[in-house]
């Protein structure tokens, strides 16, 4: 498996434009993880998916972030309008919930690198 | 809530030596795995190690090993035999077995020297 894709690597984007950021999980997997790394804030997670349904989005910092997994093998992160503090390395996460007592370990993209400026 | 605390920011050794990185989490769940990723400056988040809390056995895989203490709620990481390949960011993460949700502490540096 290719693991993992996140799409672009890199953005540079002005204040107030809309950002979308891509990912594609492992096949297979059921969960979906959208992180945010700073280094005042280091790694926060933002929403999880199961299934493709919204599980937790209590870490979404405003309004002016939305995420979005239309089907099993795709998801977006949308900033609209995005503003300097923004700027941050966004990573995507899936995994495999196994039944019982036992939990796959979640799998990284390489992260999209945002500068907002 | 559950925390995750990493008392190192910064930590360095030299090759070939043995390291131990610190990590004390907090929780109310008895159901939960707790994990050691690696972040190479290349910024791609790898597994390193995973401990399942109904384990008493401390986890291994190859030079990195875990000293699990749950009734202190303390999870280290050493490194044997270091290399300068080890050198990353090192992060602690707690995972809850009831929600599949990672909390990660605020990452440990480590500089492996030659």
């Known amino acids: 498996d290719a693991g993992v894709i996140q799409s672009p690597r890199h953005e540079v984007t002005e204040m107030g434009q809309e950002v979308t950021l891509r990912c594609k999980p492992i096949s297979g997997h059921d969960y979906l993880f959208w992180y945010r790394q700073t280094m005042m804030r280091g790694l926060e997670l933002l929403i999880y998916?199961?299934?493709?349904?919204?599980?937790?989005d209590s870490g979404m910092p405003e309004d002016r972030f939305s995420a979005k997994m239309p089907n099993a093998s795709f998801s977006t992160l949308k900033i609209q309008p995005s503003e300097p503090r923004d700027s941050a390395v966004y990573f995507c996460?899936?995994?495999?919930?196994?039944?019982?007592?036992?939990?796959?370990?979640?799998?990284f993209g390489p992260g999209t690198r945002l500068t907002v400026t | 809530a559950q925390t995750v605390t990493q008392s190192q920011p910064e930590m360095s050794v030299q090759e070939a030596e043995t390291v131990t990185l610190s990590c004390t989490y907090d929780t109310s769940e008895s159901n939960y795995y707790l994990f050691w990723y690696k972040q190479p400056p290349s910024r791609q988040m790898i597994l390193v190690i995973r401990q399942e809390a109904y384990k008493q056995q401390n986890a291994t895989e190859n030079r990195f090993s875990v000293n699990f203490q749950k009734a202190a709620k303390s999870f280290s990481l050493k490194i044997s035999d270091s290399q300068l390949g080890d050198t990353a960011m090192y992060f602690c993460?707690?995972?809850?077995?009831?929600?599949?949700?990672?909390?990660f502490g605020q990452g440990t540096t480590l500089q492996v020297k030659p």
């Open positions: 996460a899936s995994s495999k919930w196994l039944a019982g007592v036992r939990q796959d370990e979640q799998y």
């Open positions: 998916f199961n299934n493709n349904v919204p599980i937790d």
């Open positions: 993460a707690f995972g809850s077995g009831n929600t599949g949700k990672l909390i």
